[in-house]
T-cell receptor, first 114, second 117 residues
Framework: NAGVMQNPRHLVRRRGQEARLRCSPMKGHSHVYWYRQLPEEGLKFMVY????????ESGMPKERFSAEFPKEGPSILRIQQVVRGDSAAYFC????????????FGPGTRLTVL | AQSVTQPDIHITVSEGASLELRCNYSYGATPYLFWYVQSPGQGLQLLLK??????LVQGIKGFEAEFKRSQSSFNLRKPSVHWSDAAEYFC???????????????FGQGTILTVHP
């Protein structure tokens, strides 16, 4: 059973470009969470999604950031017009419906904004 | 709002010595509690979790943690540290919303463990 998969593992963007981060949850998992880890900091919750629904986006910046988890395909975290402060590691986690708090993490995508 | 404090940013121990990493949480009810480990450039691996029941929980790699409600703590322990335990450790709290699935985790700042030979 493959774990949570994220791609790309490393992403370099110039200021003003768009970044798209993908997350495929573990097989059988219908809940996806995105977290951001800034240098020298712990992980901060961004958004919680179920298939075709955003459940909680209280940690998501109001502008430039969006997330989706379509019926088919991976979850996507999209950052428009990236700035240097967006440089961070972005982690995706997934859980099954009946074990909502037991989350399994992917390897992360490390975004560098030049 | 829930919060987690890991008072020690960096801990150094000798191989074979015992280890205790501290974690204090703030939450209005009995929380779900977790310890994760992160090696450099890697994702997070779950070491152990507390949902309910026995307050002393056993995890992988010889780790254990004890939930103490009176102290709002969930300290991680290992009796004898191995060099391969060097990593960063994160304590996290999740909402216990009456058993319903609600997954937001709040993490502490992390404790970096260095192991001397």
């Amino acid at each position: 059973n493959a774990g949570v998969m994220q791609n790309p593992r490393h992403l370099v963007r110039r200021r003003g470009q768009e970044a798209r981060l993908r997350c495929s949850p573990m097989k059988g998992h219908s809940h996806v969470y995105w977290y951001r880890q800034l240098p020298e900091e712990g992980l901060k919750f961004m958004v919680y999604l179920q298939k075709e629904n955003i459940i909680d986006e209280s940690g998501m910046p109001k502008e430039r950031f969006s997330a989706e988890f379509p019926k088919e395909g991976p979850s996507i975290l999209r950052i428009q017009q990236v700035v240097r402060g967006d440089s961070a590691a972005y982690f995706c986690a997934s859980s099954s419906q009946d074990r909502g708090n037991e989350q399994f993490f992917g390897p992360g995508t490390r975004l560098t904004v030049l | 709002a829930q919060s987690v404090t890991q008072p020690d940013i960096h801990i150094t121990v000798s191989e074979g010595a015992s280890l205790e990493l501290r974690c204090n949480y703030s939450y209005g009810a009995t929380p779900y509690l977790f310890w994760y480990v992160q090696s450099p450039g890697q994702g997070l691996q779950l070491l152990l979790k507390y949902f309910s029941g026995d307050t002393l929980v056993q995890g992988i790699k010889g780790f254990e943690a004890e939930f103490k409600r009176s102290q709002s703590s969930f300290n991680l322990r290992k009796p004898s540290v191995h060099w391969s335990d060097a990593a960063e450790y994160f304590c996290a709290v999740g909402a216990n919303a009456g058993g319903t699935s609600y997954g937001k985790l709040t993490f502490g700042q992390g404790t970096i463990l260095t192991v001397h030979p």
